[in-house]
């Protein structure tokens, strides 16, 4: 260290505990706990069994805290084993709920759909997936490089091969755009 | 001299660093072959090829290959701690990265001890961790989008998917989202938004609005905010003042969209190759 760096004043720092990039994973009974824990540990997950805070009205006494950016990889992983938690909310705020409002543009040719920071867009006449921006984690360039020239019917969908909230928010892209383009 | 730390999407890609060069429509980092897509590519691309326009040395790049997991990424969070501090870069930009608020943290102690301190730009999964972290106000430059914004407007979000509807729903409200950023300490010294208009801020307020020329569907294209990133990063880096620097990024990424006559199909190299044409079309008249 130089003796510079030794004399700044050093910011303080904020505990990873505080939970500000924590989830939870709530669930009906404790065995579902138990049998989730069993599961997303053997996988290598950091995870961990604590109780519920008070804003969390539902569920068992027990919840599951984990890296709530990986909130797409951690429910595939449970859901292949057939757990389903009731909900999965924020450590930091338990009260937020995951965007429902979408912003849709029609450009003529193609249509766009934004949810949250993500957007997808289509060619109308082939449902051909022509452009994803947006999103600032990892998944997203390569969500776009295997869904981006593929139909909307034939692509992967974000759930499947996604990992991170952004990849979940695209998700919501694409069901949004499915649904308008496929009913 | 500028850093760019961040992924490219393919799990195989190891750690690696140094300068980052265009080559055959794409770039290449120690003789490693990328091609350009959206991301940290695209961010890169536009580095270079400003840095060309400017006669700047080629940006350097950490890069590693990450598709979500996150193990690269935290493999990359530790090279830099261990590593940081030897280097005597004048502005670092943070880009596609896991966003982690303890790793985050760990590089920012790193970047402290540094020599002389960097100019730092956050943008994408590391500005997400910079503002879940509370060290915004340590930041030079955030770049957001709109949606990204309105997550940093949110104090309660910690991620733009759990942005609160009252403050996602209105996309003419970006001034008012701005301000609430800046009230609770969610905002880097200064904000470049990207959006129609975009705008450039800080805590006293907007700056300066560049509405034109505007291709409406810029918005669709993957990687148009990446490239703004590579091009305010250069000249930032080159010494141009901060504001100067986003004011002039934001009309050249603009002028080099409009160039390509873009369609919500356009891929973004498309439009990476017009920057060094938009640049002098703006720089001269700047001077003229």
């Known amino acids: 260290m130089s003796l510079l760096g030794f004399l700044k004043p050093k910011k303080e720092k904020r505990s990873p505990e505080s939970g500000q990039d924590r989830g939870i994973l709530v669930f009906e009974h404790t065995s579902e706990v138990i049998r989730a824990e069993n599961v997303l540990k053997a996988d290598g997950w950091k995870i961990r069994v604590m109780g519920p805070p008070p804003e969390i009205r539902s569920g068992c006494d027990l919840v599951i805290e984990f890296p709530l950016i990986e909130e797409l990889n951690i429910l595939r992983t449970l859901q292949k084993t057939g757990i389903k938690p009731l909900k999965t909310v924020p450590v930091s705020s338990p009260l937020l709920k995951p965007v429902d409002l979408f912003q849709v543009k029609d450009f003529g040719q193609y249509l766009m759909v934004r949810a949250a920071n993500m957007k997808l867009t289509v060619e109308k006449e082939t449902l051909t997936i022509v452009n994803i921006s947006g999103g600032g984690c990892p998944d997203v360039p390569y969500l776009a490089q295997v869904m981006v020239g593929k139909t909307l019917t034939a692509a992967p969908s974000p759930r499947e091969i996604g990992h991170t909230l952004c990849g979940y928010a695209l998700q919501l892209a694409y069901e949004e755009m499915t649904r308008r383009c496929l009913r | ?288």
């Open chain 2, 1 to 288: 001299m500028l850093a760019i730390v961040g992924t490219v999407p393919d799990q195989d890609f190891p750690l690696v660093t140094g300068e980052v060069l265009i080559e055959d429509g794409g770039i290449s980092i120690r003789g490693k072959r990328i091609s350009v897509n959206r991301g940290t590519s695209a961010l890169l691309a536009a580095a270079a090829k400003t840095g060309e326009a400017l006669k700047q040395p080629a940006p350097f790049g950490y890069l590693v290959g990450d598709i979500g997991l996150g193990d690269g990424s935290r493999r990359l969070y530790e090279y830099l701690t261990q590593h940081l501090e030897k280097c005597d870069f004048n502005t670092i930009a943070f880009h596609y990265l896991q966003p982690d608020v303890d790793w985050h943290n760990r590089v920012l102690f790193a970047v402290e001890e540094m020599s002389q301190r960097p100019i730092l730009i956050a943008d994408a999964g590391f500005m997400y961790a910079a503002k879940m972290s509370g060290q915004a106000a340590a930041y030079d430059l955030f770049t957001p989008d709109i949606g990204e914004l309105a997550f940093l407007a949110d104090e309660e979000a910690p991620h733009p998917f759990y942005t609160r509807g009252f403050i996602l729903h209105d996309e003419n409200r970006n001034p008012d989202l701005i301000t609430r950023a800046y009230t609770h300490e969610n905002a880097a010294r200064c904000l470049m938004v990207k959006g129609q208009p975009d705008y450039v801020a800080n805590r006293r307020g907007i700056i300066e609005m560049i509405d034109s020329p505007s291709e409406e569907s810029m918005e669709a294209i993957g990687g148009t905010g990446d490239t703004l990133t590579g091009i305010v990063a250069t000249m930032i880096a080159s010494g141009i003042e901060i504001k100067e620097a986003a004011v002039i990024a934001a009309r050249a990424n603009r002028l080099a969209g409009s160039f390509a006559k873009p369609t919500p199909a356009t891929q973004i190299m498309e439009i990476i190759q017009h920057i060094p044409g938009a640049l002098l079309e703006i720089l001269g008249k700047k001077s003229v």
